[in-house]
């Protein structure tokens, strides 16, 4: 199967960051720079012909390419993780932009040169600094993306809008100029500078948040050991159809120096259910919440929220 109209179409979408992809490679060569893979670790360093650092990146293989049957295959097929991958990101961007090439597990009849064009659009996709090629010596071509990040950055999921509320609309010689006012059920409508104290955003009940703060928690603890204090915030952004939540954790090291920490599909999952717990019982809603944590001497963590 050759490329298809709507694949060549991404490539000149993307032509720009293809070519500075491959000015990368260029560079690289003109430079007598070597790329070494470490598949435990699975980080790749730049290094000069002298064994200098020039740099090192975080490895993720996004697509095999078979020799002898000509078959292209991404990476994200047949595999599931608890963690968002940069493969995962590609097969989003090709539904989205409708480019089934994107989309298929495997893509058959692909020449070398077509599979150099799908892994480009990959890398270009996903904001890869790099690529590394592997050739084990079994008939294959493996085609690494190097990234600053283990994990793509930015989470984000769907949650439910918060519930709509139907008021009665004013007479219309009244909806010219004029500042909304709310009828109570009671009585005639009466003039309010603010809302009434249960309509104000207020923190979540703490039994509800405490999936979120402890899945945050041993977060910190297997990534950030040793972490004097983090911030998880969640952040809901609303959409024309949905309410996007965003998901973010970041804590100082026992350096003193800020990491941003990536959350995890559980972590996404349970803020999701938080959210869409506190829409139904009909919380205060509030656009973002913080959670401050400190760690304990017993090992667990005090813990501080604040909404807005």
């Known amino acids: ?74 990476a994200w097929a047949g595999t599931s993780s608890s963690y968002s991958t940069y493969g995962e990101r590609i097969f989003k961007e090709g539904q989205q932009r409708e480019v089934p090439q994107l989309c298929m597990s495997v893509v058959g009849g692909v020449t070398p040169e077509d599979a150099d064009v799908l892994t480009q659009l990959g890398l270009a996709l996903t904001g890869a600094r790099d690529l590394f090629v592997e050739e084990p010596g079994d008939g294959t071509v493996k085609f690494y993306g190097m990234y600053d990040s283990p994990r793509p950055s930015g989470l984000h999921v769907s949650v439910p809008p918060p519930p709509v509320r139907r008021a009665s609309s004013p007479p219309a010689s009244e909806r010219p100029g004029r500042s909304r006012s709310t009828t109570s059920p009671e009585g005639p409508a009466a003039k309010r500078s603010a809302p009434p104290p249960a309509d104000r955003p207020r923190e979540p009940d703490r039994a509800a948040f405490f999936p979120v703060a402890s899945l945050a928690h041993e977060l910190l603890a297997r990534d950030v050991p040793g972490f004097s204090q983090a911030v998880l915030t969640l952040t809901i952004d609303p ?70």
């Open 239 to 308: 959409a024309a159809r949905q309410t996007r939540l965003m998901v973010q954790l970041a804590a100082v090291d026992a350096g003193g120096r800020l990491r941003a920490v990536d959350a995890t599909r559980e972590l996404l999952d349970a803020a999701t259910e938080l959210v869409t717990a506190e829409r139904a019982r009909g919380a205060g809603a509030w656009r973002k919440l913080e959670a401050h944590l400190a760690p304990k001497s017993d090992g667990g963590a005090t813990l501080h929220v604040e909404v807005v």
């Open 1 to 74: 199967m050759p490329l298809d109209d709507a694949t060549r179409r991404l490539r000149e979408t993307l032509d720009a960051q293809v070519l500075d992809l491959r000015d990368v490679a260029e560079l690289r060569g003109l430079r007598s720079e070597e790329l070494r893979f470490d598949s435990v670790a699975q980080r790749v360093t730049r290094q000069t012909k002298h064994g200098e650092i020039v740099g090192r990146w975080y490895a993720e293989l996004l697509a095999t390419y078979y020799l002898r049957d000509s078959i292209f295959r991404w």
